[in-house]
């Protein structure tokens, strides 16, 4: 296979062979520019993982983020050739080294939200330890309603949602009262990696965003894209990104106390 090679300098683009076959494997891409515009983006990002529909099944793994317009931007992707705990480590590994502020030491406050992968969780957590890792609100409520039913999907909302604790106490005796199993079921999930109430206590910000809807809706974007075999679908996903870039040259500021310039 040709090697790789990076438009841009800063752009950072890692590939992964197969050791026997030195068949492609996986590559992990960040373009320059959004390398640099990561200390000016709002400190939180959603990773999410989609099966591509090309023979060659490969996993798209996208991590978009928000800028100061509030405007979802991707800043990293790559294919990997499925969702477990050694591939999600390897994207996030990557992360870390095109990213050095997502993992350095210091008093920045990363939020990472995606669905409850437990690749996905150790992956952050073994490689990106110092970004605190949420779970997606609605991910949750799925897993509720797929368990308990319908009306204890709605007295979910409630709980997430709660700005202290008495609010939060209060919604989850109104699930009690609804159903004792759903009521255990959510008291075992770490309110940390949820909870409203926590974020402000440990003066997180979602900005607003409690599911990973924002990389979903990249997803769609997409979708057209895996179709493709592997590195076409890669060349396409260049090209929106940089007609993304020229778009957002002009385009004007909603708050010139977050930014002068998106």
């Known amino acids: 296979m040709a090697e790789l090679k990076a438009v841009d300098p800063n752009t950072y683009v890692e590939y992964r062979l197969n050791d026997t076959t030195n068949a492609f494997q996986a590559v992990f891409i960040a373009p320059g520019p959004l390398r640099q515009a990561i200390p000016h983006l709002r400190h939180f990002f959603a990773l999410d ?3 591509t529909r090309s ?10 983020a928000l800028d100061a317009n ?3 931007l991707p800043i990293y992707w790559g294919l990997i050739p499925t969702e477990n705990e050694f591939w999600w480590r390897w994207y996030c590994c990557h992360i870390g080294l095109a990213f050095p502020s997502l993992k350095e030491r210091t008093d920045e406050k990363w939020i990472a ?3 409850r992968d437990k690749g996905l969780v150790n992956g952050i957590k ?23 039913g319908k009306d204890c999907k709605k007295l979910w909302w409630p709980i997430a949602r709660a700005k202290d604790l008495d609010q939060r106490k209060a919604a989850m005796d109104q699930l009690k009262k609804q159903k004792l199993a759903t009521w255990k079921y959510v008291v075992e999930i770490d309110t940390s990696i949820y909870s409203a109430c926590d974020m402000n206590t440990l003066k997180y910000s979602r900005f607003g965003h409690d599911t990973s809807n924002i990389v979903e809706c990249v997803n769609s974007i997409w979708g057209e894209y895996r179709d493709m075999p592997p590195l076409i679908m890669l060349d396409s996903i260049y090209t929106w990104i940089m007609n993304k870039f020229s778009q957002r040259r002009t385009a004007k500021a909603t708050s010139s106390i977050l930014a002068p310039t998106p």
């Open 113 to 115: 939200i995606s669905d």
């Open 49 to 51: 993982g989609t099966h």
């Open 70 to 72: 509030d405007e979802v």
């Open 55 to 64: 023979k060659y099944r490969m996993i798209l793994a996208i991590t978009v």
């Open 126 to 148: 073994d490689a990106l330890g110092r970004v605190h890792h949420i779970h997606c609100c609605q991910h949750i409520a799925d897993n509720i309603y797929a368990r308990f």
